[in-house]
T-cell receptor, first 113, second 116 residues
């Protein structure tokens, strides 16, 4: 079945450090890929998305590129801030019109001043 | 729009009691999802509805769990009887089908359930 694998957390970084959170997926066909973020005490919210190979999703300084050859969608940010401290979820939807989303286990990021 | 609204935000109940969680999806959305989040198991999809009809309830852990969607603006998740291992944060989410693959799921703030 479809699945998403994320790197284990927590990840602790100093402010202005470079961030990478790895995500790989297993799916048949051409899934759409997402990163969601969950701030403390809140629900998940969409951070960025990509719907086909080589697409780059970006938002709030975060980027991820849909790599079909390596089945990956790694999240990156050049300079993290304390306000980026949250849990990040990689997710996939296996095809357009199919509404069920498969989430990874989440990676907790803590940014220290 | 106010977003997905869940109630209550926090619920503490005794083992064996019935618990009902409520969700109001975003107006016009045709899909509604119930998720459970725990430290051990992460985010699990329990059940989802399309146009008020349950489509997949394979994630519902036991017969003690049931969900209904009597109309497009309201859904409930009921646990009867509740057990301490049901303690978790329960999220409701809704989405609108546009068929392009990038449909976004909007989440509520969750209900933190503690069963003692």
């Amino acid at each position: 079945g479809d699945s998403v694998t994320q790197m284990e957390g927590p990840v602790t970084l100093s402010e202005e450090a470079f961030l990478t959170i790895n995500c790989t997926y297993t799916a048949t066909g051409y899934p759409s890929l997402f990163w969601y973020v969950q701030y403390p005490g809140e629900g998940l919210q969409l951070l960025l998305k990509a719907t086909k190979a080589d697409d780059k999703g970006s938002n709030k300084g975060f980027e991820a590129t849909y790599r079909k050859e390596t089945t990956s969608f790694h999240l990156e940010k050049g300079s993290v801030q304390v306000s980026d401290s949250a849990v990040y979820f990689c997710a996939l939807r296996k095809e357009p019109g199919y509404q069920k989303v498969t989430f990874g286990t989440g990676t907790k990021l803590q940014v220290i001043p | 729009d106010a977003g997905v609204i869940q109630s209550p935000r926090h619920e503490v109940t005794e083992m064996g009691q019935e618990v009902t969680l409520r969700c109001k999806p975003i107006s016009g959305h045709d899909y509604l999802f119930w998720y459970r989040q725990t430290m051990m198991r992460g985010l699990e999809l329990l059940i989802y509805f399309n146009n008020n009809v349950p489509i997949d309830d394979s994630g519902m852990p036991e017969d003690r769990f049931s969900a209904k969607m009597p109309n497009a603006s309201f859904s409930t998740l009921k646990i009867q009887p509740s057990e301490p291992r049901d303690s978790a944060v329960y999220f409701c989410a809704s989405s609108l089908t546009r068929g392009r693959g990038d449909d976004e799921a909007f989440f509520g703030q969750g209900t933190r359930l503690t069963v003692v």
